[in-house]
């Protein structure tokens, strides 16, 4: 399996941006997909944005167009650009890898935006 740990997470005004990075270890070589998910309070995790092996990307409605998601192969570490943050935005962010045998999540980084 893999381990994850993100960074990056903070306090920002509404229309900022901010990246957050993912960094993998362990069998790394086995990544199907990566992505980036959040939950708010009261609300269920909910997918942001999934880039698989074979180089094609997902994203969630709220974020296409504002959010970018991207790899760093060499460096085993994924990102994911926000640009133009809303405070409907604030979340904890968690990165996440994908292998036919397992479903890694990292700790999760808290993004507040504000108004």
């Known amino acids: 399996q893999v381990q994850l740990a993100e960074s990056g997470g903070g306090l920002v005004q509404a229309g900022g941006s901010l990246r957050l990075s993912c960094a993998a270890s362990?069998?790394?070589?086995?990544?199907?997909?990566m992505g980036w998910y959040r939950q708010a309070p009261g609300n269920e995790r909910e997918l942001v944005a999934r880039l698989k092996i074979d180089g094609s990307t997902d994203y969630a409605d709220a974020v296409r167009g504002r959010f970018a998601i991207s790899r760093n192969a060499a460096r085993n570490r994924w990102y994911l650009q926000m640009d133009n943050l809303k405070p409907e935005d604030t979340a904890v962010y968690y990165c996440n890898a994908m292998a036919s045998w397992y479903n890694k999540w990292g700790q999760g980084t808290q993004v507040t935006v504000s108004s």
């Open positions: 362990g069998a790394t070589a086995s990544i199907a997909a």
